[in-house]
């Protein structure tokens, strides 16, 4: 396997060099509640389904069934209010939730963590300055500058004698996507920022901002030039279109994925018709 795992262990911020991140095995260390880290530290690819809509019925169903929920605060009218909600109904469902954010600004990412988000997702990195924004505000001292603060994070996952504030910053999951030709020119410097754990490519968004099909040539040398940094700073690769998933060249190294199937075969209401793709990008965000 050519990637190196993410470290449990938080790395500091604002560390001149990167720390090498751990290899695989991690034997004597406890399981994270944040599962679909777990599940990166262990090799696996791991896919999510996007939460769009304030739907707490549809929301506890999907979370069955799948890695870890997109909640999409980027592309929607979806408010912290109403996300909070959806963790707090059914914390435990299975999928760990994730908030797709605007940006990288501190009352956002301090938000998203304080409802209980084990992981953010940052879009459109284009510079090492948002990549630290991002990591900066996720962790808690003496690694990061995230405050304390009310929210029902610790109540959630500090239980069964779990000290929440103690383990959160091993346990929260710091994902960095790369859009654009200009973050494709940066990617090394982005990946090494200390507490960037996964580096995914927004695969219909760099297609966009290139100008290049995504089977064009020059796509996929943005594609490799991504990849090829995130691995050489140690970092885990994903992708935003599950697509890519398999039968790529660069599948064998991308573990983290926007959609893709569950885990467990089923198929989310509406789209089991025939010809249906569970590892379609969400409706409206189709590529070229």
Known sequence: MRFRPIAVCSLLIFALVPVPAQQPGNAGKPKLYNTAKQKLLDGKQIFSFTQSKFDIAGYCEAAKHYD??????QHSTLEFKDVEAMIAACPHAGATPMVRLPDAQEWHIQHATDIGALGVIVPTVDDVDRAREA??????PPVARRSAGAGQAASIWGINGINYRQT??????VVIMIETPTGAANAYDIAAVPGVDVVIIGNNDLSSFSGFDQKDDRYQILMTKIHDDTLRAGKIFGQANAMYAKGHPLSKDAFFF???????GWTPPGRGGRGANPSAPPPGEGGR
């Open 68 to 73: 870890f929920t997109w909640f999409e605060m």
């Open 135 to 140: 990591a900066k505000w996720a962790r808690y």
């Open 168 to 173: 959160i910053n091993d346990n929260m999951l």
């Open 258 to 264: 926007q959609n893709g199937p569950a885990f467990d």
